[in-house]
């Protein structure tokens, strides 16, 4: 492809994109794809000839489409958001063109440096604490997820647990971890890569508002102790995925500081509501963190994948991860005045992610980034209002930032066959969770492009669908 026909087989891609956001309210938000049906539309062999891209991308429409779920719908009220926005896609668009590989400073400098500018900014703009800048004993990184975020913490708080020995040695079957019963499942899974075992995570219980509670983890802490064992990382959550509870940090985070335990926070999710300083006191307590991660990919604008993880000790995270072959050696990393970023992710390669991050801040602005986290708060907390005045619905649990949890009173097959007729009409994207041991639906507000009418539309369908039941 010369670069005249990039130019060309570009702007029609661009185009593309800028008329499927104008008619994506068109689509079924939900797919409605049977398992099975977008292979079957495509040829059972690759061409063995080169095709024209007027075909490939004609081929978007008619078969790719129709197996997308639209994330990027104003109705889609599922999961946690994967946002997306303008300027996002375009930095993203600039990452792919030039095509960098960023593992070391030495490979593409603007790649390391912009990176550690871009998180020092977050480090502000979120009121986090100094450690966590580069300027002081820590720093930040853009990880693909917070599920990855979560394992390089667990991994350098193994570490530290063992003297750097289990690198060597492996796990000894005696280190323990906690987290509360809500925590998101990526820190099982990363409980299993690490080594450290399924049996010795412990799972606290929670308060009647799903929040851990410090005193139980306490008490697991001491009896695990008398047991010979040695407690080495608890993750506490920010806005946990199944009620967006809030664990008490200050709390938690004392007990950690008086057990020599590495306390690790997730607010993969919920942490961007820190950019707006009404929302700031979901922090409190962060400063006991070792560590801390929150995704832009969630709710700052910025699409699929920027985790930003920041680190109190940055040599604890290198010590851990840290493996140099003769191959990448080179005086820049053997002077030690610069940051490789190799040193402080699971992988060794690493894209140009910082670029999208940097243009989101750089369009939005601080203001206009708080603009929209503040109207999709408001948004919510006035569906929460609805949900509390219509006497067949009922909140499930707090409604703290912009997730609401509410079921309808008639139990957990009405809730169920609820959700799912939405669903299947296209109309909204909503997703369950089980709290109290009963089906809960979950209404969450964040895409970039919802607005007061998409609320109000949702709401209006849920109780159309709730009198279709009754």
Not at 19 to 43: F, H, M, N, T, W
Not at 158 to 168: G, I, L
Not at 397 to 422: I, T
Not at 444 to 468: D, F, L, S, Y
Request: with cysteine; aromatic share 8%; glycine share 8%.
């Amino acid at each position: 492809m010369t670069p005249d026909e990039f130019r060309r087989h570009g702007h029609a891609v661009v185009d593309w994109i800028a008329d499927y956001y104008a008619r994506i309210e068109s689509y079924p938000v939900l797919s409605r794809a049977k398992p099975g049906q977008i292979r079957a539309s495509l040829p059972a062999n690759p061409p063995a000839r080169g095709e024209t891209f007027d075909a490939i991308l004609g081929d978007i429409e008619k078969l790719i489409v129709p197996g997308i779920t639209h994330w990027q719908s104003p109705s889609f009220f599922a999961f946690f958001c994967a946002n997306a926005s303008g300027p996002a896609i375009l930095g993203d668009l600039l990452s792919s063109g030039l095509g960098v590989q960023g593992m070391l400073w030495a490979t593409s400098p603007a790649c390391t440096e912009l990176e550690t500018h871009v998180l020092d900014w977050l480090v502000g703009m979120l009121a986090l604490p100094e450690k966590f800048l580069s300027t002081s004993t820590g720093g930040g990184v853009i990880q693909d997820t917070a599920s990855s975020a979560s394992l390089c913490a667990l991994l350098a708080a193994r570490e530290r647990a063992t003297n750097y020995a289990s690198n060597r040695r492996g796990c000894d079957g005696k280190l323990v971890a906690y987290t509360s019963t809500q925590t998101h499942s990526s820190i099982e899974k990363d409980i299993r890569i690490a080594g450290v075992g399924l049996d010795n995570l412990r799972l606290i219980e929670v308060d009647e508002n799903f929040a851990m509670r410090p005193g139980a983890l306490a008490q697991q802490i001491a009896a695990d102790r008398r047991a010979g064992l040695t407690p080495c990382f608890v993750c506490a959550t920010i806005g946990t995925t199944s009620s967006n509870a809030i664990d008490p940090l200050s709390e938690i985070g004392r007990i950690c500081r008086e057990n020599n335990i590495w306390f690790h926070v997730d607010a993969a999710m919920s942490g961007t509501a820190a950019l707006c300083p009404e929302f700031r006191h979901t922090h409190a307590g962060v400063e006991f963190a070792d560590s801390y991660v929150f995704n832009p990919h969630k709710w700052m604008f910025t699409n699929v994948d920027c985790s930003c993880f920041f680190v109190a000790d940055r040599k604890a995270l290198i010590q851990t991860l840290s493996v140099l072959p003769e191959y990448l050696r080179n005086q820049a990393t053997e002077s030690g005045a610069v940051i490789d970023y190799r040193d402080w992710q699971v992988p060794l390669g690493r894209r140009f992610r910082a670029l999208k991050l940097w243009f989101v801040i750089r369009h939005y602005g601080v203001e206009g980034l708080q603009h929209h986290i503040r109207r999709h708060v408001e948004l919510a907390q006035q569906f929460a209002d609805w949900v509390k005045a219509d006497n067949r619905f009922e909140l499930a649990a707090p409604v703290p930032l912009n997730l609401v949890c509410f079921r309808h009173k008639g139990g957990d097959e009405v809730n169920q066959g609820l959700m799912d007729r939405l669903n299947r009409s296209g109309d909204l994207y909503l997703t369950h969770t089980k709290l109290a041991n009963r089906t809960t639906l979950r209404l969450c507000v964040g895409q970039t492009n919802t607005e007061a009418r998409h609320v109000e539309r949702a709401w209006k369908r849920i109780q159309e669908e709730a009198t279709r039941v009754a």
